[in-house]
């Protein structure tokens, strides 16, 4: 079992697979290196991004998160002012002023490679991180190989590698609840009996004071809405050359005044500008919350801010901290099963198990049994399978931003929709989870995360 904690990531925008992850993995690059005693012998240093990492990278700003990772910037850490000034400095000085280290040559317009001929078997978001000393500068002195792999998750290619016994890899927290399926996860709410907000609690109880869980999900909440309260006031064009201009702010002004409204419809306006305020703020590089993912973060967000909290927007503890452990429990589901990485799987993987995840924790906001939770889930999913990942100029924008705003529409018609549901459905999220992973191992790679079909190459860039 992985922690809920360890799905609900804070980072920068706009790509937790393509910024979030490589940041991470050039940081830890560099902790290698300083053990082995290679890093203070570097004179340069080169990254290799391979497979999907490449082929939209600059669009995602794969470029400036390896270079904020050199520079020891973590995702969670890092003030977005104070990591673009050090980027830009990196990028005059061609330099890298790492920490309690000497400079490092570092020009990233022949120092990043951009190989997306390149596609690794193990996981389409290859890196390739080399250090050469000034005395051999053709031969490296210290190699790794990683890989990002969605939501911020992050391996070694001799971890990814390994063989996991029976296709699990073992529990260090020997969590006390295992659940490797939904299946298994109902069958333990009906033998306890316990809620699944519940049950994800007391295996959280095995790695931390329950405590410092119920502190740390609350700030998880707190950055989700400090999210959108940003992105409804901040106005603008969005960077990356398509000249997209927010419309959080003006939408929400129009709501707030009530004109032009229609009061039968005034509910998806709400989710609407709720997620696509997050949703703007991720592809301009703000902070947002991995749920499960950048490209699908403001589908959690905008429920959670709708359906658990005051009108003024203040958290109602209870129902939030309900919310994001049985959505982050069952985006534990997808991620133990399947993949929600949009490389792998396409868009379904992304803004499709953020759906999923938003229509299960409302459900149980609502009062739902554990049995609807898993219906509005599988529901949520069944109605997102083959969601391709097409980012026209390989920039979270087009179509992400009003993707998420109808995937949040989705969720709560998903939940109502539970609700109403008499008796199983003929569907379980087990099997809409099987299914989701078989059609992204089928779809072309066209379409997942590529910019190479769909909407990236019809749409003409101006």
Not at 366 to 381: K, T, Y
Request: glycine share 10%; hydrophobic share 40%; aromatic share 4%.
């Amino acid at each position: 079992m992985l922690s809920v904690l360890d799905l609900f990531r804070v980072g920068l925008g706009p790509s937790s697979s393509h910024t979030v992850g490589p940041m991470r993995i050039a940081k830890r690059f560099l902790r290698e290196a300083r053990k082995s005693g290679h890093l203070a012998t570097a004179h340069r240093v080169e990254v290799e991004l391979q497979g999907s990492l490449a082929l939209t990278g600059i669009g995602h700003g794969t470029d400036k998160a390896v270079i904020l990772g050199l520079l020891g910037f973590s995702p969670e850490t890092a003030d977005p002012d104070e990591a673009e000034a050090a980027f830009r400095s990196a990028i005059r000085s061609k330099c890298l002023h790492i920490p309690g280290q000497a400079e490092i040559e570092f020009n990233p317009l022949s120092d990043i490679l951009y190989r997306g001929d390149i596609v690794p078997e193990l996981h389409p978001n290859g890196m390739l991180l080399r250090l050469y000393r000034a005395d051999t500068p053709s031969d490296a002195s210290f190699t790794r190989v990683y890989f990002s792999t969605g939501g911020g998750f992050i391996s070694s290619a001799r971890r990814l590698a390994r063989p996991a016994k029976d296709d699990v890899i073992e529990d260090a927290a020997r969590s006390p609840f295992s659940i490797g399926s939904a299946a298994e996860l109902l069958k333990l709410c009906e033998d306890t009996p316990m809620a699944i907000d519940e049950l994800i609690l007391a295996n959280e109880d095995q790695r931390r004071a329950r405590e410092t869980t119920y502190a740390q999900i609350d700030v998880i909440a707190d950055t989700m809405l400090a999210c959108i309260a940003r992105g409804l006031e901040t106005e603008g064009i969005l960077p990356g050359g398509l000249e997209v201009q927010r419309r959080a702010p003006d939408l929400y002004r129009k709501l707030k005044t009530g004109a032009g409204v229609n009061e039968r419809e005034a509910l998806f306006d709400w989710l609407n500008v709720y997620a696509m305020a997050v949703n703007e703020e991720n592809a301009a590089g703000g902070r947002v919350v991995t749920a499960p993912t950048n490209g699908a973060a403001g589908i959690l967000p905008a429920v959670l801010r709708h359906y658990c909290c005051e009108d003024d927007g203040i958290p109602i503890r209870s129902k939030a901290r309900r919310f994001l452990f049985v959505a982050g429990g069952i985006g534990l589901l997808y991620k133990q099963r399947a993949s929600i990485s949009g490389a792998e799987m396409g868009c379904q993987g992304e803004v499709g198990v953020a759906c999923s995840m938003a229509a299960g924790g409302l459900s149980a906001v609502w009062g739902a049994s554990p049995a609807q939770c898993l219906a509005a889930a599988e529901i949520g999913m069944e109605h997102n399978l083959g969601l391709t990942c097409d980012p026209v100029g390989g920039l979270v924008q087009i179509p992400c931003i009003e993707r998420n705003a109808i995937g949040t529409v989705k969720a709560v018609n998903a939940a109502r929709l539970a609700l109403h549901q008499a008796g199983a459905g003929k569907v379980s999220l087990d099997q809409v989870i099987e299914t989701m992973r078989q059609t992204g191992l089928d779809m072309s790679s066209k379409y997942k995360e590529t910019s190479e079909g769909g909407l990236a190459v019809n749409v003409v860039e101006c």
